[in-house]
């Protein structure tokens, strides 16, 4: 008598137990969708933050690509005043200098930003950037090293630490439609500081005078560059205040294995594209204003030729990055570059204030367009986000290398006789492509 009511309770224990374990299923399987639901609203493209991401990036490019565009007047001011005692070649170092350390850097930069360091990277890139364009301020005339120091690399430096995260970033909101399309955005900022930088240069230092040689002085070029460091420095607070890093979805992150990357043949094809472009993708940058004034272009004329060529890069960093998101990034990324090596060449036959314009303009459009696709064709490439900084930043800093050495070769080239089909040549065959074909063969489908 006694076993029956044990036996009669077990079932009855059994079937509590499977419902209490029904139930405590039910509520992690509603947990879990509750968990999905939140990384899909997190992995919605763009949103306010992205937008607001896309809009620091903006304030970043103008400070930073956007004031290394307006060398062409450090360039002229310096070689016929400031510095008149050094070669163009010596002169062309700093630029250079600075260029190679804004993209070199990203070899650094890149990893970081994977690793979450973003903040850290653009508060004190910032602070630094700000630092060493006031100190240009009090530099000395013909003491090569006291701006070399703080323009070519302070500055570039601080740049280069902030360059690729700002881009990683933006990729990070823009990881499949309009990435290209929004990298092209907050690459135009560099453009429009490629306006707005040579013209308030130009303006300032040489208020004085307008004939080629004359009408800079110490006083003026302090004073236009305290002007033109107040102006970045409010960017810059702009751009801390507007970017936004997105939250981690959850889960455990893929380690980056950056040695693999050059086991994949279509990064290392990229990525020596790069190098051999950006040999000549600066030669305009760095020297249009001199040679639009040493082929008789008045100078209140050759004064606007950089801002003229920034203007029209304005629209090569919009237009073809929208085609890109439908045909794949370097799907217009070539035959960009090739057009850069055709119009490159093209300065060969100008000599007329007509042709220089007509050349310019044109060269505007399709540099803007190459610079705005190598970092989304590259980030294209990443198996997951965890590795785009890694991925730009390698590609950045190997093409680093040739923005370090392509001017001051130009320099030498041109001799101090002006010597202008010597630096041309060379940069126009630089850019263009070996054989685009391979290319189309390595890269068979779209992104």
Same mark, same amino acid.
């Given at each position: 008598?006694?076993? #029956?009511?044990?036996? !009669?309770?077990?079932?009855? =224990?059994?079937?509590?137990?499977? #419902?209490?374990? /029904?139930?405590?299923?039910? =509520?992690?399987?509603?947990?879990?969708?509750? +968990?999905?639901?939140?990384?899909?609203?997190?992995?919605? +493209?763009?949103?306010?933050?992205?937008?607001?991401?896309?809009?620091?990036?903006?304030?970043?490019?103008?400070?930073?690509?956007?004031?290394?565009?307006?060398?062409?007047?450090?360039?002229?001011?310096?070689?016929?005043?400031?510095?008149?005692?050094?070669?163009?070649?010596?002169?062309?170092?700093?630029?250079?200098?600075?260029?190679?350390?804004?993209?070199?850097?990203?070899?650094?930069?890149?990893?970081?930003?994977?690793?979450?360091?973003?903040?850290?990277?653009?508060?004190?890139?910032?602070?630094?950037?700000? #630092?060493?364009?006031?100190?240009?301020?009090?530099?000395?005339?013909?003491?090569?090293?006291?701006?070399?120091? !703080?323009?070519?690399?302070?500055?570039?430096?601080?740049?280069?630490?902030?360059?690729?995260?700002?881009?990683?970033?933006?990729?990070?909101?823009?990881?499949?439609?309009?990435?290209?399309?929004?990298?092209?955005?907050?690459?135009?900022?560099?453009?429009?500081?490629?306006?707005?930088?040579?013209?308030?240069?130009?303006?300032?230092?040489?208020?004085?005078?307008?004939?080629?040689?004359?009408?800079?002085?110490?006083?003026?070029?302090?004073?236009?560059?305290?002007?033109? %460091?107040?102006?970045?420095?409010?960017?810059?607070?702009?751009?801390?205040?507007?970017?936004?890093?997105?939250?981690?979805?959850?889960?455990?992150?893929?380690?980056?294995?950056?040695?693999?990357?050059?086991?994949?043949? +279509?990064?290392?094809?990229?990525?020596?594209?790069?190098? /051999?472009?950006?040999?000549?993708?600066?030669?305009?940058?760095?020297?249009?204003?001199?040679?639009? %004034?040493?082929?008789?272009?008045?100078?209140?004329?050759?004064?606007?030729?950089?801002?003229?060529?920034?203007?029209?890069?304005?629209?090569?960093?919009?237009?073809?990055?929208?085609?890109?998101?439908?045909?794949?990034?370097?799907?217009?990324?070539?035959?960009?570059? !090739?057009?850069?090596? %055709?119009?490159? #060449?093209?300065? /060969?036959?100008?000599?007329?204030?007509?042709?220089?314009?007509?050349?310019?303009?044109?060269?505007?459009?399709?540099?803007?367009?190459?610079?705005?696709?190598?970092?989304?064709?590259?980030?294209?490439? %990443?198996?997951?986000?965890?590795?785009?900084?890694?991925?730009?930043?390698?590609?950045?800093?190997?093409?680093?290398?040739?923005?370090?050495?392509?001017?001051?070769?130009?320099?030498?080239?041109?001799?101090?006789?002006?010597?202008?089909?010597?630096?041309?040549?060379?940069?126009?065959?630089?850019?263009?492509?070996?054989?685009?074909? !391979?290319?189309?063969?390595?890269?068979?489908?779209? +992104?």
């Amino acid at each position: 008598m006694t076993e #029956l009511p044990a036996m !009669s309770k077990t079932p009855a =224990l059994e079937r509590n137990a499977t #419902l209490v374990s /029904l139930e405590k299923n039910q =509520l992690v399987l509603e947990k879990q969708e509750i +968990e999905v639901e939140e990384v899909q609203v997190q992995d919605e +493209e763009g949103g306010l933050h992205g937008w607001m991401t896309v809009a620091g990036g903006w304030c970043a490019q103008f400070v930073g690509i956007g004031h290394a565009n307006a060398f062409g007047v450090y360039e002229d001011f310096y070689k016929e005043n400031y510095l008149s005692n050094e070669s163009s070649s010596a002169i062309a170092w700093i630029g250079s200098t600075q260029l190679a350390m804004l993209f070199g850097m990203g070899l650094i930069a890149g990893p970081l930003f994977d690793k979450g360091h973003f903040q850290t990277l653009v508060y004190s890139s910032a602070a630094f950037y700000i #630092l060493c364009n006031f100190l240009l301020s009090i530099t000395k005339p013909h003491h090569f090293y006291q701006v070399f120091l !703080s323009q070519g690399i302070g500055m570039g430096l601080a740049m280069g630490m902030m360059y690729v995260p700002t881009f990683g970033l933006i990729g990070h909101h823009f990881h499949t439609r309009r990435r290209a399309f929004a990298m092209g955005i907050a690459s135009t900022g560099s453009a429009i500081g490629g306006i707005v930088h040579p013209i308030m240069l130009n303006n300032l230092i040489n208020a004085g005078g307008n004939a080629f040689g004359s009408g800079g002085t110490e006083g003026t070029f302090g004073r236009a560059i305290r002007i033109n %460091a107040g102006m970045n420095a409010g960017l810059l607070g702009l751009c801390i205040l507007l970017m936004r890093t997105k939250k981690v979805t959850g889960g455990v992150k893929p380690k980056v294995n950056m040695g693999a990357f050059f086991r994949e043949p +279509e990064y290392i094809l990229v990525t020596f594209g790069c190098f /051999l472009a950006t040999f000549g993708l600066f030669f305009p940058v760095v020297y249009v204003q001199l040679f639009s %004034a040493t082929k008789g272009i008045s100078q209140s004329l050759s004064f606007y030729t950089l801002s003229i060529l920034n203007a029209a890069s304005t629209l090569g960093r919009t237009f073809p990055n929208l085609l890109a998101d439908r045909i794949g990034s370097l799907n217009m990324l070539i035959p960009i570059t !090739s057009g850069l090596g %055709a119009l490159v #060449l093209g300065y /060969l036959g100008v000599a007329s204030l007509a042709s220089d314009a007509v050349v310019t303009v044109i060269f505007g459009f399709f540099s803007g367009g190459f610079i705005s696709l190598m970092i989304p064709t590259v980030a294209s490439l %990443a198996k997951h986000q965890g590795e785009i900084g890694a991925r730009i930043g390698i590609t950045s800093a190997v093409a680093g290398i040739s923005c370090l050495a392509g001017p001051p070769i130009n320099g030498a080239l041109l001799t101090s006789t002006f010597k202008w089909s010597r630096p041309i040549i060379f940069s126009g065959v630089r850019l263009l492509p070996p054989c685009p074909s !391979s290319w189309n063969q390595a890269f068979s489908d779209p +992104e």
